[in-house]
């Protein structure tokens, strides 16, 4: 079976660190770039960040540049997210996505986890 | 970040047929390929719709995509009560470089 399990998730306080991982299963993780969208409570989508399939390609979103770094790990089917100086505003469902292409260049996510939940607060 | 322009809500009767619009610019939908999201409650995301108008394994073909210039539009006829989510487009967005989002349409099958 194809799936996706984040785990990681927590309560923080604000200006903490905290570590995302995501494992993969089921297909050749090599062959996919992976993405990371959060969803704060109530609200839309919005991505995070991508990686390509061998890490020559990384983006993000504005509002984690410089505090955020993904990475991924394809010996062990795993996708992380390392998210530094914490904000309220981070307070979300985290979710990863598989893309389908290997590059990061689009927003067709065609497998989802089931999310882990980060709460940025004091 | 900007994001893609949707409705906040659509209804319609089960049975009848219902679209959805998303308005981007040149630097997303324009130039690049939009895809379509089904959240049910307290569910992920599923993809519906990719590469503007291409339906995964496992999607009836009730749903529907179409774009034209800087716009698309979910289609989804023969509306079930089992519809009723929230809707998402996204797009590659090339002066971002970054994918962008609609901010969601909650369907509602009266």
């Known amino acids: 079976e194809v799936q996706l399990v984040e785990s990681g998730g927590g309560l923080v306080q604000p200006g903490r660190s905290l570590r995302l991982s995501c494992a993969a299963s089921?297909?050749?993780?090599?062959?996919?770039?992976m993405h990371w969208v959060r969803q704060a409570p109530g609200k839309g989508l919005e991505w995070v960040s991508g990686i390509s399939w061998n890490s020559g390609s990384i983006g993000y979103a504005d509002s984690v540049k410089g505090r955020f770094t993904t990475s991924r790990e394809n010996a062990k089917n795993s996708l992380y997210l390392q998210m530094n100086s914490l904000r309220v505003e981070d307070t979300a469902l985290y979710y990863c996505?598989?893309?389908?292409?290997?590059?990061?260049?689009?927003?067709?996510?065609?497998?989802w986890g089931q999310g882990t939940m980060v709460t940025v607060s004091s | 970040q900007s994001g893609l322009t949707q409705p906040p809500s659509v209804s319609a009767a089960p049975g009848q047929k219902v679209t959805i619009s998303c308005s981007g610019s040149?630097?997303?939908?324009?130039?690049?390929?939009v895809s379509w999201y089904q959240q049910l409650p307290r569910t992920a995301p599923k993809l519906l719709i990719y590469d503007n108008n291409k339906r995964p394994s496992g999607i009836p073909d009730r749903f529907s995509g179409s774009k034209s210039g800087t716009s698309a539009t979910l289609g989804i006829t023969g509306l079930q009560t089992g519809d009723e989510a929230d809707y998402y487009c996204?797009?590659?967005?090339?002066?971002?470089?970054?994918?962008?989002f609609g901010g969601g349409t909650k369907l509602t099958v009266l």
């Open positions: 089921g297909f050749t993780f090599h062959d996919y770039a």
């Open positions: 996204g797009a590659w967005d090339n002066s971002l470089s970054a994918v962008v």
């Open positions: 996505g598989r893309g389908r292409a290997v590059t990061i260049f689009g927003s067709n996510f065609d497998i």
């Open positions: 040149s630097s997303n939908i324009g130039n690049n390929y």
